[in-house]
């Protein structure tokens, strides 16, 4: 903010990178998932291992919790003054 930028455009910045971080995280888990239904399956009893709608189900809860968790930061860095953001910076 000190240089220029808007409070929307700091939360965009670390909205932007929690989300990097969320899709990696989305993906490697739906991967791991379907790597790791079919091992499972034995310990799974009325559910099949790849359940279309406990996926959705699953990710939809894990991605909305995530940017939940990514909310209060960003509110926070939009907020800061430059002058409080520099003097503990260092």
Known sequence: ???????????WLVFR??????????IAGVVLALLSGRLIATFLVGVDPLDPLTFASVLFAIVFTAIAAGAAPAWRASRISPVEA????G
């Open 86 to 89: 520099f003097r503990h910076d």
């Open 1 to 11: 903010m000190a240089l220029g930028a808007t409070s929307a455009r700091v939360m």
């Open 17 to 26: 990178d929690a989300g990097w971080m969320i899709a990696t995280g989305a």
